[in-house]
Structure formats: C-alpha cells, structure tokens
C-alpha cells in the first residue's frame, strides 16, 4: 500500500527548521514540551532530539494491508501494518536478484531505524543504504516510528513518568513485521540484522535484549544502551559506531541539557556493559574465558575533521572476527560515517570510511547459530 510522506527538514520551511533545530539540539526540555503538547493531538511518542528512548507496553496483535506480492529489479514496496489499532509503515527495498531464478536460499534482511525527528524515508535518503543492498544481495527495511510525518521516534527505553505511560510497543512492531516478511519475500531468517540512527541505534540494543533469538547482529550509531541487560539470553554481535563530539548522544551520556525522565548510558558505559555481556557468553565454550582485544589507529586520510580508533574484542584468540567492534570517531559528530554530511546541523561527518561497507562485512560475519 503506498503512501506519501515528508522527505526532510525542506518540507517544513526554512524558519520552522531552524526553530526545531535549535530547540532538539540546544533546548531539548522545551522541545519535549513542545511534543508532550503535541501527543493531545495524536502526535505520539515523540522525544528529545536524536537521543531518545521510549518504553514499551504490553502485547498486541497485527493485521497488514499489503502492496503487491511481487517486485520487479530494485523495487521498494510501501507496506502499512495496523498493530494494536494503529497503522505502522515500513518501506521494503528488494535487490534486483529478488526477480531471478537462480535465487535458491533466502535474502539477507537489514532492518534500518531511523532517529528522532526522521522516519523510513529520510534514513534511506541519509544512509542510502539501500544502494549497498542492491549490490551485494541483501533486503533493506525502513520502518516509520510512532508519530507523524518526519516527526517520529522509536520506544528504546529508558522512560520514566507520563513518557512511561504512553509508550508504544514497538518491540512487538518489529516483530510482526519480520513475520509479514517471512510471508511475502523469500528471506533467510538466520541472516536478520539491524543497524539504527540515535534513538534507532537504541532500539537495536533492545532489540538485542529483547529479540536475541530474532537478530543475528546490529550495528547500532551515535546510540547507546537504555534498557537493563539482566534478562539478555544469548550475546548479539554488536558493531557500534560513535563520534567523541556527539553533542545529541553525547559521549559521557545524559548532561543538564537531557530532561529528567529519560536516561541512557554513556558510550564507555555502553562498551563495558556489552564487553560483560560478551564475557559472560564465553563462559558456555570455557570455565574461565578470555576476552581479547585488538585496536588499531587508522591513518588520517581526509581532510574531514575526523580520526579512526578500532577495538575489536573476541574469545577467540586464533580468530580475526570479532564478536564486538567498537569504532570511535575522533572528532565526529552525531552523523553516519560515509552519509549525508549533515556538518551545518550536528558536527563532522567521517569519510574515513563508509560505515555501510563496514556493518555489512560485519554481518556477513554473523548469522544466527
């Protein structure tokens, strides 16, 4: 079922861009006011620039009012879901290989989640990530999140109060959409991933808590950690992106500027958590394992602002896949490496490398076992 949707700040005017801008960034408490004002008029869920996180609520069951069952080469299809009486919308963007007969097993699947004040469309116009799908075989989903227009968010965690009460599930949206998948498009349900922006990159560590058994691996960016990890059943292999001079999710996490009911780890917290987590996974295969590191400094390449530190951590001492790759980008703002350079908005985008490229070869890596 198509639908039109807004494509970017253009579509609200140079003033009220500027205004929204300035209120996300630099007044995040006004700007929740302004959205909680917003929720009377059905404008639901949406939250503090680019950070934020929400808390979901109960079960629900789904209905979707499909688009046609078939594609042709590099197609995307707009599909609407009603889950728990409302209608939810994704984009599926098939690789031209989906319409050839030499397909034998299934297609990737790469969920991206965009942050706050975006949704489907103006992710896939930022990562084009969709392009790199197109080449290398592998199905890309961009999911709307609870709102309206390019006004959306995603329930990630870390909500408290009345953002608490009216949080949506949408880990539960997540997963009725990989079931109409499964339906309508030939996938291999051991190569599903997610790789998110901001509050999208915090719904990929939900879902890691939360669907382990669901995503194989997520490359989460310019996010962190804001649900409790003690109920995680099985380690997801992470590759997390950050800037140093993210001033959305910023580095050391929550400052005076984040309203008091939401919370999120720091990015060191974040790694230490998910190191343990990793730790904790070995003890399956060893009585006492090992957590290896390896890192590496980059050679400064563009003149961009920006430097490469790699950590790659792994229990396998003989292997160079590691289970969780940390990037941290000197000097890089709240931005995708290799994106849309965003540097008049929210700091330095890297073009040390493309972060598409990376999350790929990483996933490649890791299915499900």
Request: with cysteine; net charge neutral.
């Amino acid at each position: 079922m198509d639908a039109i949707t807004n494509q970017g700040f253009g579509s609200l005017g140079p003033l009220a861009t500027c205004l929204l801008i300035w209120l996300m960034i630099w007044q995040p408490g006004a700007w929740l006011l302004c959205n909680l004002s917003l929720r009377k008029l059905s404008l639901s869920n949406i939250v503090v620039g680019g950070l934020l996180a929400l808390i979901s609520l109960g079960e629900n069951s789904c209905a979707v009012a499909a688009g046609p069952a078939a594609a042709g080469p590099g197609r995307k299809i707009r599909h609407v879901l009603f889950y728990d009486g409302q209608p939810r919308e994704f984009s599926v963007y098939l690789p031209p290989a989906c319409n050839s007969d030499e397909q034998v097993t299934g297609f990737p699947v790469v969920f991206a989640f965009h942050g706050v004040m975006m949704n489907g469309e103006t992710m896939a116009k930022m990562t084009l990530l969709h392009e790199l799908g197109n080449r290398c075989n592998f199905i890309v989903v961009y999911p709307d999140g609870d709102g309206r227009g390019i006004l959306r968010t995603w329930n990630s965690g870390g909500r408290s109060g009345r953002l608490e009460r009216i949080a949506e599930d949408d880990v539960g949206f997540v997963r009725c959409v990989i079931g109409q998948l499964q339906s309508r498009y030939s996938i291999d349900p051991k190569r599903i991933h997610a790789t998110g922006f901001s509050n999208g990159a915090m719904l990929c560590y939900r879902l890691a808590v939360e669907a382990p058994e669901v995503f194989a691996s997520i490359a989460p960016i310019a996010g962190t950690l804001a649900v409790p990890v003690r109920n995680a059943s099985r380690f997801v292999p992470t590759l997390h992106i950050h800037g140093t001079e993210d001033k959305v999710v910023a580095w050391d996490g929550p400052n005076l500027k984040t309203p008091k009911n939401l919370d999120f780890l720091s990015v060191p917290q974040t790694l230490e958590t998910w190191k343990k987590l990793l730790s904790a996974s070995g003890t399956q295969l060893a009585e006492n394992p090992t957590l290896v590191c390896r890192a590496e400094k980059w050679p400064d390449r563009k003149a961009d602002g920006t430097r490469i530190e790699v950590h790659r951590y792994g229990l396998n001492p003989e292997s160079d896949i590691p289970d969780l790759q940390f990037v941290r980008v000197i000097g890089g703002g709240h931005t995708w490496p290799g994106g849309e350079n965003r540097e008049w908005v929210v700091g330095n985008t890297s073009e040390e490398f493309n972060a598409n490229e990376m999350m790929w070869e990483f996933f490649q890596n890791h299915p499900l076992p």
